[in-house]
């Protein structure tokens, strides 16, 4: 019993710490795409003031635009003549718009992101990863990259990029730069939307129409409900598999309560002719050790309960995870243990109720 | 002496008990034994005669292969086991050899076991128990555990819930045999004063002074009963 209630309660604790993780990130996030395989609409984009419309809805603190250029484009710290073709395609570029840096928090190690008054200047910004690749420890001498032997001046490094993950193996430069010396997005440029807590339904509700009134159908604004239902898969996976365990740890709970009263029977079975002897039935016999194996599962509910509880306290204090535990565990394990008494019992007891009164004088 | 059947407690005709086997043991053989109400009947034979399987007949414990056995004026015979199990329970008091007291349960409550499976009252019960345990001179031992008791303490804690019951029969299987003879000798006392106050006993025994106690003796030899001695006209 113990077993089964630590491992639901830590299967819980486990499952609400994933669901705080979720939620840090994508409860207050909308990504907007673009329908495609919509044929008529082949040449619709986000409009130039997208990042200006989106952010006038309530509840949106940033949003900019993202998309990555094409595998072919050509990063090198070299000038165009030495210029080596050997970077190709192990560093991407990235074009953003300026929002798009607040929209998605990231961490800047060295230097500064370029904003709205730097977003038609030819400027860079580089993940870590990338400066040591290009050797630009430092960007305080204005180091240059050059893409497609274009020269973009680098201002500044990132440490870290939580939500866009590949920003941090990318060049980023803005995205009017990218648009006007590469084109349009191919592959279609994408939104990030960071909004107040809880505004993330209602913003993806009327970013649509925002973008595109007379065809909201073009954009897909998706929230972390809808990443939630992965989530829930997830976290449902895992929990079959914790419930399987506890399963497991209830059969084998049960094996060891008919274990104990068998052989508590068989220890008694001068007792239990001496009670035949007195007057008792078969049937008061087989009661007895039921409600003796009923009463020891209910007891071991009980302790397994509390030694359950300390050992799920124990574990999220290890793991510096919030305890957490559906009360219904708690209350329903004693009568998960007696009914699971009631059952380990049945076979002992049937054997009990067996035992002939001759045998009180056999030993 | 009158052998009226109203008298006679058990009355066995022609009954025999053979254990079934490869060969079969022929335990008891075929006989007759009428048992008056106020006897003393011990019961004597060397080990594995036949007397405990004549004590299991008696106490409906065991059926016999053949044979009519009537108890307090009723066949028990074609009697299913529920309502053998209920005059067992009513009309039998058993004293084993060994004890079979519950060690960790104060004696009154072991003497209360008697009266457990019928349907009275719980003071019913309790008084009974007292009067029991009073009877056999252990009213001050009353709330005393059986683990912390002498043998001939637990002997008369078994013997007081014998008689809880208030049986017509008491059966004793060799009730000092694990005691020593000083205390066997004031158990016997017991046995002869509960005698004297009405009480028919059987006593199995293989001593023969212990028999000397009753005044009937029967004797088992290879399942074979023979009756030795009647010393007194008390019971007729
Ligand atoms: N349940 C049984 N099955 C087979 N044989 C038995 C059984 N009980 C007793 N016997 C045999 O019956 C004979 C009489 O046994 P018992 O009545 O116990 O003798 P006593 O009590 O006089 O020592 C013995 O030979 C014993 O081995
Ligand atoms: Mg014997």
């Known amino acids: 019993m113990a077993a089964f209630v630590a491992v639901l309660g830590i299967t819980t604790t486990a499952n609400s710490q994933i669901d705080s993780r979720f939620d840090a990130l994508s409860s207050t996030q909308v990504i907007v795409e673009q329908q495609t ?84 200047d030819r400027v860079a910004v580089v993940g870590e990863g990338i400066a040591d690749q290009l050797g630009m420890a430092d960007v305080g001498g204005q180091p240059a990259v050059f893409i497609d032997d274009v020269p973009f001046t680098v201002i500044g490094v990132l440490r870290s990029a939580d939500r866009v993950p590949d920003s941090l193996l990318s060049v980023s430069i803005p995205a009017n730069v990218a648009a006007r010396y590469w084109g349009r997005p191919d592959p279609p440029a994408r939104m990030i939307i960071a909004t107040d807590v809880g505004a993330a339904r209602t913003v993806a509700d009327q970013t649509p129409v925002a973008l595109s009134a007379a065809d909201p159908d073009h954009f897909k604004a998706t929230t972390a409900v809808e990443a939630r239902a992965l989530r829930d898969s997830v976290s449902s996976d895992l929990g079959v598999l914790f419930l399987v365990l506890a399963i497991i740890c209830l059969v084998i709970g049960a094996v060891g309560i008919a274990n104990t009263t068998l052989v508590a029977v068989l220890e008694r079975v001068s007792e239990i002719g001496l009670r035949r002897s007195l007057g008792a039935l078969p049937r008061h016999i087989g009661a007895q050790f039921l409600m003796e194996s009923t009463a020891l599962g209910a007891i071991g509910g009980l302790v397994g309960t509390s030694v359950g509880t300390w050992c799920i306290v124990g574990v999220s204090l290890a793991k510096s995870w919030t305890a957490t535990l559906t009360p219904w565990t708690v209350v329903a394990a004693p009568f998960i243990g007696a009914g699971l008494g009631l059952l380990a019992g049945l076979y002992p007891s049937l054997r009990a109720s067996r035992i002939e009164p001759i045998e009180a004088f056999r030993r | 002496m009158s052998s009226s059947a109203d008298d006679a407690v058990v009355q066995l005709t022609g009954v025999a008990r053979t254990y079934e086997g490869f060969p079969p043991v022929e335990a008891l053989k075929p006989c007759d034994l009428t048992i008056e109400r106020g006897d003393f009947l011990t019961v004597v034979g060397p080990s594995g005669s036949g007397k405990s399987t004549l004590l299991n007949l008696i106490g409906l414990l065991d059926r016999p292969t053949s044979g009519s056995y009537v108890l307090d004026g009723v066949d028990v015979g074609p009697l299913d086991e529920r309502q053998r199990t209920a005059i067992r329970g009513h009309r039998i008091g058993f004293v084993f050899q060994t004890f079979q007291l519950l060690p960790h349960r104060p004696a009154l409550e072991n003497v209360m076991m008697a009266t457990l499976y019928r349907a009275s009252a ?66 016997l006392d017991l046995f002869s004063q509960l005698n004297a106050h009405g009480i028919t006993i059987v006593l199995i025994t293989h001593d023969g002074e212990v028999a000397a106690r009753g005044n009937r003796t029967v004797d088992i030899r290879d399942g074979r009963l023979t009756e030795l001695s009647r010393r007194d006209g008390r019971a007729s």
């Open chain 1, 37 to 120: 395989d919509d044929p008529f609409l082949d040449a619709a984009d986000f409009p130039d003031d997208a990042e200006a419309r989106i952010t006038g809805l309530a509840g949106v603190r940033a949003a900019g635009l993202h998309w990555a250029l094409g595998a072919n484009t050509r990063v090198s710290a070299q000038p165009p003549p030495a210029g080596g073709r050997d970077a190709v395609g192990t560093i991407s570029v990235m074009a953003v718009s300026p929002g798009f840096w607040s929209a998605t928090g990231v961490s800047v190690k060295a230097g500064r992101t370029f904003d709205a008054a730097l977003a038609d």
């Open chain 2, 122 to 187: 719980r003071g019913d019960r309790l008084a009974s128990a007292r009067e029991a345990l009073h009877g056999v001179g252990l009213a001050h031992r009353i709330g005393a555990l059986p683990s912390r008791m002498s043998g001939g303490e637990r002997q008369r804690v078994a013997i007081a819930r014998a008689l809880a019951g208030n049986p017509s029969l008491l059966l004793c299987d060799e009730p000092t045999g694990n005691l020593d003879s000083a205390t066997a000798e004031s158990v």
